[in-house]
């Protein structure tokens, strides 16, 4: 990003790069999250080289080395037909990108035990297939539900059910690597996916989670469930 020597910055940039202001573009480059780094910076050469206009969405270290979400868009400027250089603004967008990703989260998990529900189960196995099917990568299955677990409801309540429930979830992610991915599709049907397992593996972790829920309960009611 040193393509350029010179700039004009305002003050409300200058307070979003921290006290220490804006010196160069190269400062300012090395300062874009390391993931988004290079493309960022070969899409900004790019923008030059081609003198046409920029837009990107990306993390940068802001004031106090704090990671935030900016928008920058810049725009060609031409004199007598003549390139000069560009013109731009920065937006943070870091409050809106939370935002998102937290209506994000909400749309795809199960509010009660925070596993995935249906709908983000859906979406990682459709991941998962294209990748079996682009990289022949295989994915285990697991579905199960709950034996006798109407009686909880029936004779417990329901808020004995949740917990039963919030319970089952705690043991599933205990029995699972942090690559896979767990779900509650609804009621008391379950579901588990495990990126590159075989189905030897795969067996040998769905018999440990069924032994780990036969072998747990709740107290409630001067009772075990």
């Known amino acids: 990003l040193d393509a350029m020597n010179a700039a004009i910055v305002n003050e409300a940039l200058n307070e979003l790069l921290g006290d220490e202001g804006f010196r160069s573009l190269q400062d300012w480059s090395d300062r874009i999250h390391r993931d988004d ?12 080289v081609k003198q ?5 969405q990306f993390r940068f270290l802001g004031a106090n080395q704090e990671v935030c979400w900016l928008d920058v868009q810049t725009a060609a400027v031409r004199v007598d037909d003549q390139f000069i250089g560009t013109v731009g603004t920065v937006r943070d967008i870091t409050q809106h990108h939370h935002d998102y990703a937290q209506k994000r989260w909400e749309a795809e998990h199960d509010p009660l035990t925070h596993l995935l529900n249906r709908r983000g189960l859906t979406r990682h196995l459709e991941g998962l297939l294209m990748q079996w099917q682009s990289k022949d990568k295989p ?3 697991m579905l199960f539900d709950l034996d006798r677990f109407k009686p909880v409801n029936d004779q417990g309540g329901h808020a004995l059910g949740d917990q039963m429930l919030q319970e089952i979830a705690r043991i599933v992610q205990s029995e699972i690597r942090s690559s896979d991915y767990a779900a509650r599709q609804g009621g008391d049907e379950f579901a588990v996916l495990l990126p ?9 972790i769905a018999e440990s989670l069924r032994a780990s829920i036969a072998d747990s309960s ?3 009611q001067g009772r075990q469930w």
Do not use: M, Q
């Open 196 to 204: 590159g397992c075989t189905p030897a593996r795969a067996l040998t």
């Open 37 to 48: 780094r290079k493309d960022v910076k070969t899409a900004w050469l790019r923008s030059l």
């Open 218 to 220: 709740i107290e409630a």
């Open 139 to 141: 994915t285990a299955v």
């Open 52 to 56: 046409t206009n920029f837009a990107r």
